[in-house]
């Protein structure tokens, strides 16, 4: 206990001198801990601390690193004098992780300079057609509107509007959908996957093509709600998705792409000014 609060201390030390006297750049060095010859300073704990934080708030922020800090470097230790120098040699998977790390950090930085993420109604309808095999359903899929109201609810001034799927009435029954606390959708251009309607609407459906192909209002009672639906289209299961449905989709997989083909491109170009600048050799011999 002595050591945590000879932490906290330190801690609370340094969350007073970062709000009172953040100009003195001689103090962001001091060290505010240390466990064996390994210190942290307070420029350390400062840039964990994030910005605009209250005094409070920055001293809890301040006590919570400083503590986990100082636990990570007994452990460190502990774990340094109990392995053997073959145990702990990671040079290699180092050199590796930061390589990584500094590859993905230069790709999302070039492609985030260079790539164009606008993707247009017309280049995105040539892919779906181009690959429908990968649109392919596997649940029925329904565009619908619904209202899902407590039981106590009088539906008489809505049905009607809501039955003549007219737009302009659609703000009106949203009004009485939101005053009389009933559960909605009205957006028709929605497409829901009927397993994540039913989970809205607890629908029968024992003839599920004939039911979905209905226009008609199912006005209905269930678990003490009371319902009404309205299918505006549907596409069937095993069938290729509406391209409405997969619109989002299919301009991620053209993002992806055109995401992959500029980094090859950029890579092969690398590769071969490298070799043009004899910066590569490859010895034929000695594998």
Same mark, same amino acid.
């Given at each position: 206990?002595?050591?945590?609060?000879?932490?906290?201390?330190?801690?609370?030390?340094?969350?007073?001198?970062?709000?009172?006297?953040?100009?003195?750049? !001689?103090?962001?060095?001091?060290?505010?801990?240390?466990?064996?010859?390994?210190?942290?300073?307070?420029?350390?704990?400062?840039?964990?601390? #994030?910005?605009?934080?209250?005094? !409070?708030?920055?001293?809890?922020?301040?006590?919570?690193?400083?503590?986990?800090?100082?636990?990570?470097?007994?452990?460190?230790?502990?774990?340094?004098?109990?392995?053997? #120098?073959?145990?702990?040699?990671?040079?290699?998977?180092?050199?590796?992780?930061?390589?990584?790390?500094?590859?993905?950090?230069?790709?999302?930085?070039?492609?985030?300079?260079?790539?164009?993420?606008?993707?247009?109604?017309?280049?995105?309808?040539?892919?779906?057609?181009?690959?429908?095999?990968?649109?392919?359903?596997?649940?029925?899929?329904?565009?619908?509107?619904?209202?899902?109201?407590?039981?106590?609810?009088?539906?008489? !001034?809505?049905?009607?509007?809501?039955?003549?799927?007219?737009?302009?009435?659609? @703000?009106?029954?949203?009004?009485?959908?939101?005053?009389?606390?009933? @559960?909605?959708?009205?957006?028709?251009?929605?497409?829901?996957?009927?397993?994540?309607?039913?989970?809205?609407?607890?629908?029968?459906?024992?003839?599920?093509?004939?039911?979905?192909?209905?226009?008609?209002?199912?006005?209905?009672?269930?678990?003490?709600?009371?319902?009404?639906?309205?299918?505006?289209?549907?596409?069937?299961?095993?069938?290729?998705?509406?391209?409405?449905?997969?619109?989002?989709?299919?301009?991620?997989?053209?993002?992806?792409?055109?995401?992959?083909?500029?980094?090859?491109?950029?890579?092969?170009?690398?590769?071969?000014?490298?070799?043009?600048?004899?910066?590569?050799?490859?010895?034929?011999?000695?594998?």
């Amino acid at each position: 206990m002595a050591t945590r609060r000879t932490v906290l201390a330190l801690s609370v030390g340094l969350c007073m001198w970062w709000t009172s006297c953040g100009e003195a750049t !001689d103090a962001s060095t001091q060290a505010v801990a240390r466990v064996g010859a390994t210190t942290l300073t307070a420029e350390r704990v400062r840039s964990h601390i #994030p910005e605009g934080s209250s005094l !409070d708030d920055s001293t809890t922020a301040a006590q919570r690193y400083v503590d986990q800090w100082v636990r990570e470097q007994i452990l460190v230790a502990q774990a340094e004098s109990a392995l053997s #120098p073959e145990a702990v040699a990671f040079e290699d998977e180092i050199k590796a992780y930061r390589n990584a790390l500094l590859l993905h950090a230069f790709k999302e930085r070039y492609v985030n300079e260079r790539m164009d993420r606008e993707v247009s109604e017309e280049e995105a309808l040539a892919f779906y057609e181009a690959n429908q095999a990968s649109f392919m359903l596997t649940d029925y899929a329904v565009r619908v509107l619904f209202i899902n109201a407590p039981e106590t609810a009088v539906l008489d !001034d809505v049905r009607e509007p809501f039955a003549a799927l007219d737009s302009t009435g659609m @703000i009106d029954i949203e009004r009485w959908c939101v005053e009389n606390g009933a @559960i909605y959708g009205l957006d028709g251009s929605t497409w829901w996957t009927l397993s994540t309607f039913t989970k809205e609407v607890p629908m029968n459906f024992y003839r599920k093509e004939s039911q979905l192909s209905s226009r008609r209002l199912v006005d209905f009672e269930a678990e003490g709600r009371h319902y009404l639906v309205r299918f505006i289209e549907h596409a069937l299961k095993d069938d290729v998705a509406p391209f409405s449905a997969v619109r989002d989709e299919v301009s991620e997989m053209i993002l992806h792409r055109r995401k992959q083909q500029l980094l090859l491109a950029m890579e092969e170009q690398l590769v071969v000014k490298a070799w043009a600048e004899g910066l590569v050799e490859v010895k034929d011999e000695g594998f």
